[in-house]
């Protein structure tokens, strides 16, 4: 099984400021099988990222994805208020499908 | 427009058997992958298993082996978690999720609301 590891835990920024989020497999994930979720409180996971790069259908520029091999990389270029939640990573490439733990994005 | 729409929630005692379903609609429902993730009260997404509903096939997460029953009914356009017997370790919120694509390795792409499934004596 591939463990995700996500860090920070939580992440606290201001609104306008970028966020750097990381997700670290525990063994190799081709880029074309790793996903990034967010999720509010309340809410379903919605699909931002697939593929490592490719944004999902309507979400926005400011949301980019990178990486390969083990280190993949959420970032957020100029924070909304409504970007603030949890963000998991995701593994396709084998099963079972692994998510990370989560980092929580929160206000500062 | 795809939807999935998910049982209301459900409350039940230890021991008891338990199937929430997940109709989907929008799609030729036989062609996409779904799954199913478990949240836990305020803890992370956890993968438990898929099911190609044209013909069945079901994988599952080594955690969850054993411990639920994915299936399908295509004549309806429903998928299905069910438990026999359920723990108070069951309490969490279940998502059904369809795929982005016919392929299996994709990932989930259109979520259902979620069922509250709490187990209490």
């Known amino acids: 099984e591939i463990v995700l590891t996500q860090s920070p835990g939580t992440l606290s920024l201001s609104p306008g400021e970028r966020a750097t989020l990381s997700c670290r497999a525990s063994q190799t994930v081709s880029s074309t099988y790793l996903a990034w979720y967010q999720q509010k409180p309340g809410q379903a996971p919605r699909l931002l990222i697939y593929g490592a790069s490719s944004r999902a259908t309507g979400i926005p520029d400011r949301f980019s994805g990178s990486g390969s091999g083990t280190d993949f990389t959420l970032t957020i270029s100029r924070l909304e208020p409504e970007d603030f939640a949890v963000y998991y990573c995701q593994q396709y490439v084998s099963s079972p499908q692994t998510f990370g733990q989560g980092t929580k994005l929160e206000i500062k | 427009e795809v939807q999935l729409v998910q049982s209301g929630a459900e409350v039940k005692k230890p021991g008891e058997s338990l199937k929430i379903s997940c109709k989907g609609s929008?799609?030729?429902?036989?062609?996409?992958?779904i799954g199913w993730v478990r949240q836990m009260p305020g803890k992370g997404l956890e993968w438990m298993g898929i099911?190609?509903?044209?013909?069945?096939?079901?994988r599952y997460s080594p955690s969850f082996q054993g411990q639920v029953t994915i299936s399908a009914d295509k004549s309806i356009s429903t998928a299905y978690l069910q438990w026999s017997s359920l723990k108070a370790s069951d309490t969490a919120m279940y998502y059904c999720a369809r795929h982005r694509t016919t392929s299996s390795w994709n990932p989930p792409y259109y979520w259902g609301q979620g069922t509250l499934v709490t187990v209490s004596s």
């Open positions: 929008g799609y030729t429902f036989t062609n996409y992958w």
């Open positions: 099911i190609h509903p044209g013909d069945s096939e079901t």
